[in-house]
């Protein structure tokens, strides 16, 4: 009793301390150590080194490539002006008149294509307060607006997203990003549908009400020093992406130029996976300098690596007018890469010594008791509470699939149940508790649009957290009535 005691305690010094800005590289061993303590006996140095690390070190080794490509491609997209010409481009298109739905399309454009959310919700936050200023639409709708395209169904829910969190259930269930693509889709739309719905339905009730845009200064809120931390966290550094020349004093790219390395990044990830890579000789993979493994642990990974960086040559190459200081880029975006895996690595580091506590053998059974034996609902349960409270889908996931990973695809291959199917439960449960207001990402968006949490957070919950819970529900009854497709 004892250890759960030393568990709990110490996810919630973790949740509360890194709500309070502390850095996840410090908490994360320090709380595990801490958990460790409770469990009696348990050398505190071994379980640092050669748990914690460990652990940490097996997450950096596949995934460091697909941190390193996505910071790289998004700041590239950021810097030659594709990523303000994609929005505006779809505000063109759409018009003043749907408004809520050209930003949402806009961002989820960007970030089906593998830019990250933080330089989404820079570039087409100054876009989307203009459009809402026109349009009459309060302010307050702005950050449930930019979460509804950036934080849902793209991340977690659409089939080849080269998103994090589509690629971290691969290894475990030696799945593809294009896993379960019907029931991908189908989620998608559950959250882009009850999104859009809310979001409709709460710019009717202020009309009505006789709310308008509002007196909120616009523009780039200056970020604060809590701000400017957990964004640094993040491997962002607001002063210098809010410090972007205004969009009108830019030589964007033409929209079908802007759009073209995103639409490159999808189709050449879905040929590598189907086409290509499966028809290579790996054979050598068995070897073991080569991890003695098999083609389908790798061929999701090797295919987003190649996908992305042959869009990169391709944006560097199309916009490098746009680009005077390439190197600059290349370096800021491979810079920003680190302390995201590093600060994620902690939190597999944390769940590791988790599992190797003698209290871990209750957690585990008591999460997979959960859901009357139905795997998929046990697995959903444990990613979402544990994406809820480490304030991170990718955190809360890799934390899940390195304790429990192995049993839950044992479970679901003696219940029937494809490894494509636990894939996307995986990732679409990620996008739902993780949207709570200690999340870094959260924090971000609302001083990124200057508000607060009781101005903006409740909309953006409902379209970030309980629209995912709906169409998690959906996904499962689905998967479990009709199977993978």
């Known amino acids: 009793m004892t250890g759960i005691l030393g568990v709990v305690l110490a996810l919630g010094l973790l949740i509360y301390l890194a709500y309070r800005g502390v850095t996840v590289l410090l908490l994360a061993p320090l709380m595990a150590l801490f958990a460790a303590a409770f469990d009696g006996g348990v050398p505190l140095l071994a379980t640092y080194t050669q748990v914690f690390m460990r652990a940490a070190g097996d997450f950096i080794v596949p995934f460091f490539p697909l941190f390193l490509l996505g910071a790289v491609f998004g700041k590239l997209m950021d810097d030659s002006g594709?990523?303000?010409?994609?929005?505006?481009?779809?505000?063109?298109?759409?018009?003043?008149?749907?408004?809520?739905?050209?930003?949402?399309?806009?961002?989820?454009?960007?970030?089906?294509?593998?830019?990250?959310?933080?330089?989404?919700?820079?570039?087409?936050?100054?876009?989307?307060?203009?459009?809402?200023?026109?349009?009459?639409?309060?302010?307050?709708?702005?950050?449930?607006?930019?979460?509804?395209?950036?934080?849902?169904?793209?991340?977690?829910?659409?089939?080849?997203?080269?998103?994090?969190?589509?690629?971290?259930?691969?290894?475990?269930?030696?799945?593809?990003p294009f896993a379960a693509p019907g029931l991908g889709v189908i989620a998608?739309?559950?959250?882009?549908?009850?999104?859009?719905?809310?979001?409709?339905?709460?710019?009717?009730?202020?009309?009505?009400?006789?709310?308008?845009?509002?007196?909120?200064?616009?523009?780039?809120?200056?970020?604060?020093?809590?701000?400017?931390?957990?964004?640094?966290?993040?491997?962002?550094?607001?002063?210098?992406?809010?410090?972007?020349?205004?969009?009108?004093?830019?030589?964007?790219?033409?929209?079908?130029?802007?759009?073209?390395?995103?639409?490159?990044v999808v189709a050449l990830n879905l040929v590598f996976t189907t086409l290509v890579i499966p028809r290579l000789d790996t054979s050598y993979l068995a070897q073991p300098q080569y991890g003695a493994t098999d083609i389908a642990a790798v061929r999701g990974l090797w295919a987003i690596v190649l996908a992305l960086t042959i869009a990169i040559v391709a944006i560097a190459v199309a916009n490098r007018a746009r680009l005077p200081k390439l190197t600059r880029s290349l370096d800021d975006g491979a810079n920003a890469s680190v302390l995201p895996i590093f600060n994620t690595a902690s939190l597999v580091g944390f769940g590791a010594v988790?599992?190797?506590?003698?209290?871990?053998?209750?957690?585990?059974?008591?999460?997979?008791?959960?859901?009357?034996?139905?795997?998929?609902?046990?697995?959903?349960?444990?990613?979402?509470?544990?994406?809820g409270m480490t304030g991170s889908a990718s955190g809360g996931m890799s934390i899940a699939l390195k304790t429990l990973g192995p049993t839950y695809l044992e479970l679901?291959?003696?219940?029937?149940?494809?490894?494509?199917?636990?894939?996307?439960?995986?990732?679409?449960?990620?996008?739902?508790?993780d949207a709570l207001p200690h999340n870094g990402a959260v924090i971000t968006?609302?001083?990124?649009?200057?508000?607060?949490?009781?101005?903006?957070?409740?909309?953006?919950?409902?379209?970030?957290?309980?629209?995912?819970i709906v169409a998690l529900v959906v996904l499962i009854v689905l998967g479990t009535t009709l199977g993978t497709f």
């Open 412 to 433: 679901g291959q003696a219940a029937g149940i494809a490894p494509d199917l636990l894939h996307r439960v995986t990732t679409v449960a990620t996008g739902g508790l």
């Open 445 to 468: 968006l609302l001083g990124i649009c200057g508000l607060t949490h009781r101005q903006a957070y409740g909309d953006l919950f409902v379209v970030a957290a309980l629209g995912p």
């Open 354 to 387: 988790v599992a190797s506590l003698s209290a871990f053998e209750t957690i585990r059974d008591a999460v997979l008791g959960v859901g009357g034996g139905n795997p998929l609902i046990s697995l959903a349960v444990a990613v979402n509470v544990l994406a």
């Open 82 to 176: 594709s990523a303000e010409a994609i929005a505006r481009g779809m505000v063109a298109r759409l018009g003043a008149q749907r408004s809520i739905l050209a930003v949402v399309l806009a961002c989820a454009v960007l970030t089906y294509g593998g830019v990250s959310l933080f330089v989404v919700a820079f570039a087409v936050y100054p876009v989307a307060a203009a459009l809402f200023r026109q349009a009459d639409i309060p302010k307050r709708l702005i950050p449930a607006t930019i979460a509804l395209g950036a934080f849902t169904f793209t991340m977690t829910a659409l089939p080849g997203t080269p998103a994090i969190q589509n690629a971290i259930p691969m290894p475990y269930f030696g799945t593809t």
């Open 188 to 264: 998608g739309l559950v959250m882009l549908g009850i999104g859009l719905a809310w979001l409709s339905f709460r710019e009717g009730r202020a009309r009505a009400a006789g709310e308008g845009y509002g007196a909120a200064a616009d523009g780039v809120a200056t970020p604060d020093k809590d701000l400017r931390e957990r964004a640094q966290g993040e491997g962002f550094d607001l002063m210098e992406i809010g410090a972007q020349p205004p969009v009108e004093a830019r030589a964007l790219p033409p929209f079908t130029l802007a759009v073209a390395p995103v639409a490159l």
